[in-house]
């Protein structure tokens, strides 16, 4: 990952409103680049069914590991599936488990980040020391363990991600809170007899989720990584359900016979990290008060 | 400065002990008997006696918090258990890997420096270039490729169309330097990748924010010659940044281990810890999650060590 979570913890991120936001963002090369491959990802994704030229879990014996032709673009695999249409479908499962483990997770870690920097003392002081024993474990080495406990299976590989993505974004919340706390308008709202839970979640929160969006791009990026790795590994989905890790997997056992089995999975998952990263540089560069108005990085 | 090491030293402790609870936890969450998976080839199941008497030879019919305490005491003694695939004690296998993934780690770290180093130099001296964006590109590039991806096409590169390199496999160095040199080079390279494009970020913006303090425009006031600017001035506080990737990357490289070692079939311990993960042959995982975590929390120590002797505000703190 370019940009670490620890990089953006407790960096002082100044509120943006959405426009100026969006403009940076925009003139921001890389990061348009990142959208609009995400974009091209997401459309995979959602409409899957119109853009495969095949049913991607139709077998045909007659026609096993062919390369490119007209008919098959990138060939077929080694039980006679369309190649494209199994790249197409596989962006489904990379997208899911991009967005709902981080989902998961950005939630998770928010509520506890926040309640552990505004209130501070022994809870704070608990969850960093939690947060620093999860953070010892790499995603890869922690989610395989877990598949180990917990069997493979999509479901598993997110609820594994989500389990130690929460430490990053909880770390970012907590060192935002820290700063935003001692804000005049947090006193004031204070000084008016505003109740404990309102001032964290109606004052602090909004205020401190600025570089949680950076995070966000950032673990999606990181979850698509982990779950082809698990995939490619052999712990992931179940069969035929099309994943860019599992066919990666298979192919690489014909790599010389037909190296588009491997190369064209593989792409697909460069692609879709490569795109969540340049998303997430040109986020942290927008959001940099240091840097704005300087153009491209 | 002794202060600040043992305050570091003893955090990692506590955090080092919390891991240990972690892992234990983690690998007695596995559902179903793994005595009984483990056994299910070699052993006729049916008699209940024999599961007992293996069980209570791995301890575990005791209590969960007695087998906590015998085992981190058995681990700290060095009785890391037996493999329960091969019988092998735990920490044998651990000894005769060890060598062969910290060879890959050390020439994963000079790949980095190699490319990392020199692409974010470039980019910070020709900053807001053509050359300075397209090297940006390459480097997030390169921190985003699978490596396992990345393995496959160099294999296909190197080992398919030009048989330039072993395609897997690994030589040990004292039985034949060159050839273990061969087998090395995709592996680490591919290893390197991530941390060489890391690196060259840093760099790059660490060199830029410190060409932008006043004594570097002093300098060029008073006359220096760019070069001596760059060369003297700039070099030793842009390297405390850079020391912190170095270090960080070591991290990094577990991961990596595991899934460079499984495509290059290195008999290394990344492909121990994948091996057993399918065996689900835990006393390997857990030591296995123990070294993981052991490499991470030393490398933090020391990043932590030397940006306190690198920069003596962190000490206070």
Redesign the interface.
Known sequence: ??VTTEQIEGRRVSQVGWRPLVRAILRH??SVVGIILIMMIAIMAVFAPFLAPYDPNKQNLYKVLKGPSKDHWLGTDNVGRDLLSRVIYGARISMYVGIVSTTIAAFIGILIGLIAGYRGGAIDNIVM??T??????????FV????????PGINNIIISISLLGWTGFARIIRGQVLLVRELPYVDAARAVGMSKYRIMFKHVLPNSLAPVIVAVSITI?AAI?TE??TA????GVEPPTASWGKE?RVG?TY??RV?LF??AP??M??LA??AF??LG?GLRDALDPRLRGE??? | MQRYIAKRLLYSL??LL??TV?VFV??R???GDPIRAAMQQNVDLTDNKIVEEVRARYGLDRPIHVQFAIWLRDFLRGDWGKSLQTGEPVLNMFWRRLPITLELFVGATLWAWIIGFPLGLIGALKR?SFLD?SL??V???G????S??EG??L??LFA?LFRIFPPSGFVPFFEDPWMNLKSVIMPTFVMGTHSA??LA?YVRSSLLEVLRQDFIRTARAKGVPEKVVILTHTAKPAMIPVVTVIGLAW??F??GS??VE??FAIPGLGRM??DA??A?DFPV?QA??MA??VN??LMNLLVDILYGYLDPRVRVH
């Open positions: 990952m370019p090369r890389l020391r939690i620093d024993t999860f953070m010892c474990f790499p995603f890869l080495i395989l363990a877990m598949a180990a406990a917990l069997g990026g990584l082809s790795s490619f590994l052999g712990l990666l690489y790599l010389e190296p491997s190369i593989g792409l998952i460069s990290v490569l990263n340049f540089d153009g491209r990085t | 506590l955090i919390l891991v972690l983690m690998v969450i596995i559902p807001n964006a940006t590109t480097a997030i590039a921190v985003s490729i699978p396992f991806w496959i096409l294999i296909y398919v494009g890391l970020r991290s990094y577990v991961a595991f899934l499984y495509v810890g994948v993960i399918f689900r995982i296995i999650l993981v975590a991470v929390l």
